[in-house]
Structure formats: C-alpha cells, structure tokens
C-alpha cells in the first residue's frame, strides 16, 4: 500500500507558522494591555489614598495646591491610560481578527488533507481488494483448468 502524500503540505506548513506568529501578536497585545490595565488600577488605588495632613488642622493653601495638582496630574494619567486602554481593545480585535483568519484558513487544509487521506486509503484498499481477487479468481481458474485435466 502507497504511503499518503499530501500536494499541499508546504503550504499546511507556511499556514501553521502565520498562525503562530498571528498568536505571538495577539499575546503581545494582550500583555501591553495588561500592563496598562495594571497601571490604570495603580492609578485609581493613587487617587483614592490620602494624601496626607495639613499641619495642625490649620488651612494651609499651599498644600491644597499641590494636593489639587497632585489629584489633577493623576486624572490625567487616568485619562491617558483609559485612551490607552480603549485603542488596545481595538488593536486586540484585530489581532483576534487576524489571528481567527489565519486558524480558520489552516484549519480548511487540514480537513482538505484528512479528506484527501481518507480518500487515498479507500481507493488504495479497493486496489488491494481487487489485486486479491484477482489472484484468488486466477488461482481458482487454474485450479479448474488443473480439474479439467
């Protein structure tokens, strides 16, 4: 029986490699947002701490403007963060995008090449079927000829 041998394994081979490097995007979009997720809580957790006392209990405004620029500062960077959060989700659907192109276009030549392997095996089999039959039919019809003697 012929070994299968499938015409578009190269090309199985570069689809399965864009996949991977579709995935390493995906996760390399994944980790920034993380970090930037961490940095927007680390931020929140900043804006909700105390900030420290003003100096027996007196109205000092100069500590209020450095608290008040302090608390601006970091909304600021809440907002920044936020932006920066808001263009990742777009980067992250379309690394998920590409990546589910790529494992979908992979995934139609690995059932083409299981089609075609199932395929190759049935027509391979009746082969060997009929190779068999026709040696089982040629030892009985010399057995006959040998009968008739």
């Keep these: ?3 299968f041998r499938y015409s578009l394994d190269h090309l199985l081979s570069l689809r399965r490699h864009s996949e991977r490097e579709a995935e390493m995007a995906m996760a390399e979009v994944i980790a920034r947002r993380n970090a930037a997720e961490r940095r927007r809580r680390e931020l929140v957790s900043e804006r909700e701490r105390p900030i420290g006392r003003q100096p027996d209990g007196a109205l000092d405004l100069s500590f209020e403007l ?3 620029r302090y608390l601006d500062r970091i909304e600021f960077a809440l907002k920044s ?3 920066e959060l808001n263009r990742m989700d777009r980067d ?8 589910n192109e790529r494992r979908r276009a992979r995934e139609v030549l690995e059932r083409l ?3 075609r392997e199932v395929e190759h095996y049935r027509g391979e089999r009746r082969r060997a079927d009929a190779e068999l039959n026709d040696i089982i039919g040629s030892r009985a019809a010399r057995e006959r000829a040998e009968g008739a003697l």
């Excluded at 992250?92 to 990546?99: I, K, M, P, T, V």
Aim: positive net charge; without cysteine.
């Design 113 to 115: 090449k299981e089609v």
């Design 92 to 99: 992250l659907e379309n690394a998920r995008d590409e990546y």
């Design 81 to 83: 963060t936020r932006d």
């Design 1 to 3: 029986m012929r070994r």
């Design 66 to 68: 450095v608290r008040s």
